[in-house]
C-alpha cells in the first residue's frame, strides 16, 4: 500500500496504478461498513484507492468536527489488511487554501432531509467529493447507502459536470441487531447503544406495513414515529417518505420509497434508511 498526502504525490501514484482504478473516500474511523466498499471495489477494480480527510466544510458550526472520531494508524493497518493499492491523507491546507472561495452546490437535491437539518453539509460534500475525484480520476467511486442523499446527490454531480466516474452504490451493513454501522455509533454509551437499534426497527415496522399492503405515506411514517415514541432515548428530528429519486417528500400513495429518518440517542445524532417497492 502507498500512502500520498500532497496532490501531487497522489497523481503521480494513481497514474502507475492499473485501470480501472475504485476510490472510497472517507473520513476514516474505518469499519465493516467502510470495508465492505473497499472489497466491492477490490472485486471490481484493477487497483484501489481509499481517501481519509475529516472534511471541514461538511460540518456546520454547531456540529462534531473536532471531536469526530479519527485513528489513522488503526485505519492503515485495516487498509493493509485489505491489499488496498493506495491511501490518501490529504492535506486541509492543500485543498482548502486561504482565500479558498469555490464551491459545488447540487441544488434542490441538497435542500431536503438532511440537508434541511445540517445547513451548508452537502455543499461541503459536493465540493470535497468533486475535489477527490478530478484529482484522482477514478473509473468508479464507491459510496454507502447508509448516506443515501448523499450518494444521490453524488450521482448527480458526476452527471451534471460530466465526470467520467461510475458511481458503485452499495449497501448498508448492519450490526447483528441492525444498527446500521457508522463511525459516530462510537459515541453511544451502552445504554444508547442499545437504545440505537430503533431507528431499524422504526424502518423495519414501516417496510413491513409496506410488504403487508400499505402504500399510504402518511400511514407509512406514523409506523415509524409509533416505534420511536416507544423508545424514550430516542428523540427524532425527522422521519420521511421521499421519492428515492427526486428527494421530494410523499403524501400520497407510493410504489417505492425511501424510507429514513434522523434520531438524537443522547447527544449522538444517528440517521438511517431503507428503500421500499421495486425498481
Ligand atoms: O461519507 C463520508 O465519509 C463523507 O461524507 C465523504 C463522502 C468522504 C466526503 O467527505
Same mark, same amino acid.
Given at each position: 500500500?502507498?500512502?500520498?498526502?500532497?496532490?501531487?504525490?497522489?497523481?503521480?501514484?494513481? $497514474?502507475?496504478?492499473?485501470?480501472?482504478?475504485?476510490?472510497?473516500?472517507?473520513?476514516?474511523?474505518? $469499519?465493516?461498513?467502510?470495508?465492505?466498499?473497499?472489497?466491492?471495489?477490490?472485486?471490481?477494480?484493477?487497483? *484501489?484507492?481509499?481517501?481519509?480527510?475529516?472534511?471541514?466544510?461538511?460540518?456546520?458550526?454547531?456540529?462534531?468536527? +473536532?471531536?469526530?472520531?479519527?485513528?489513522?494508524?488503526?485505519?492503515?493497518?485495516?487498509?493493509?489488511?485489505?491489499?488496498?493499492?493506495?491511501? /490518501?491523507?490529504?492535506?486541509?491546507?492543500?485543498?482548502?487554501?486561504?482565500?479558498?472561495? !469555490? /464551491?459545488?452546490?447540487?441544488?434542490?437535491?441538497?435542500?431536503?432531509?438532511?440537508?434541511?437539518?445540517?445547513?451548508? $453539509?452537502? #455543499?461541503?460534500?459536493? &465540493?470535497?467529493?468533486?475535489?477527490?475525484?478530478?484529482?484522482?480520476?477514478?473509473?468508479?467511486?464507491?459510496?454507502?447507502? %447508509?448516506?443515501?442523499?448523499?450518494?444521490?446527490?453524488?450521482?448527480?454531480?458526476?452527471?451534471?459536470?460530466?465526470?467520467?466516474?461510475?458511481?458503485?452504490?452499495?449497501?448498508?451493513?448492519?450490526?447483528?441487531?441492525?444498527?446500521?454501522?457508522?463511525?459516530?455509533?462510537?459515541?453511544?454509551?451502552?445504554?444508547?447503544?442499545?437504545?440505537? &437499534? *430503533?431507528?431499524?426497527?422504526?424502518?423495519?415496522?414501516?417496510?413491513?406495513?409496506?410488504?403487508?399492503?400499505?402504500?399510504?405515506?402518511?400511514?407509512?411514517?406514523?409506523?415509524?414515529?409509533?416505534?420511536?415514541?416507544?423508545?424514550?432515548?430516542? %428523540?427524532?428530528?425527522?422521519?420521511?417518505?421521499?421519492?428515492?429519486? !427526486?428527494?421530494?417528500?410523499?403524501?400520497?400513495?407510493? +410504489? #417505492?420509497?425511501?424510507?429514513?429518518?434522523?434520531?438524537?440517542?443522547?447527544? !449522538? #445524532?444517528?440517521?438511517?434508511?431503507?428503500?421500499?417497492?421495486?425498481?
Amino acid at each position: 500500500m502507498k500512502v500520498a498526502m500532497s496532490l501531487a504525490e497522489v497523481r503521480d501514484l494513481r $497514474h502507475q496504478l492499473p485501470d480501472p482504478f475504485g476510490l472510497v473516500p472517507t473520513m476514516g474511523f474505518l $469499519h465493516e461498513g467502510h470495508l465492505s466498499l473497499v472489497r466491492r471495489a477490490k472485486s471490481e477494480c484493477g487497483s *484501489v484507492g481509499v481517501s481519509i480527510f475529516v472534511n471541514p466544510t461538511q460540518f456546520g458550526p454547531e456540529e462534531d468536527l +473536532e471531536d469526530y472520531p479519527r485513528d489513522v494508524e488503526r485505519d492503515m493497518l485495516m487498509l493493509e489488511d485489505e491489499k488496498i493499492d493506495l491511501l /490518501w491523507t490529504p492535506m486541509a491546507e492543500e485543498l482548502y487554501p486561504p482565500g479558498y472561495q !469555490t /464551491w459545488v452546490t447540487v441544488e434542490s437535491l441538497s435542500q431536503p432531509l438532511e440537508g434541511a437539518h445540517r445547513l451548508g $453539509h452537502f #455543499r461541503g460534500v459536493a &465540493t470535497i467529493v468533486t475535489k477527490l475525484l478530478t484529482a484522482v480520476r477514478p473509473d468508479r467511486v464507491y459510496v454507502g447507502q %447508509k448516506d443515501a442523499q448523499q450518494a444521490r446527490v453524488i450521482r448527480r454531480l458526476v452527471q451534471d459536470l460530466n465526470l467520467p466516474v461510475e458511481v458503485v452504490n452499495c449497501a448498508i451493513v448492519r450490526e447483528p441487531d441492525g444498527l446500521a454501522m457508522s463511525s459516530r455509533n462510537a459515541y453511544l454509551n451502552p445504554e444508547e447503544r442499545r437504545a440505537a &437499534t *430503533v431507528l431499524h426497527r422504526a424502518l423495519t415496522a414501516a417496510a413491513e406495513a409496506y410488504a403487508q399492503g400499505e402504500r399510504g405515506a402518511d400511514a407509512l411514517r406514523l409506523k415509524m414515529y409509533e416505534m420511536l415514541l416507544g423508545e424514550s432515548m430516542a %428523540k427524532t428530528q425527522y422521519v420521511s417518505v421521499a421519492d428515492p429519486e !427526486t428527494l421530494e417528500e410523499q403524501w400520497g400513495p407510493v +410504489e #417505492r420509497a425511501l424510507l429514513s429518518l434522523a434520531v438524537f440517542v443522547g447527544k !449522538t #445524532r444517528l440517521i438511517d434508511n431503507i428503500v421500499v417497492g421495486a425498481g
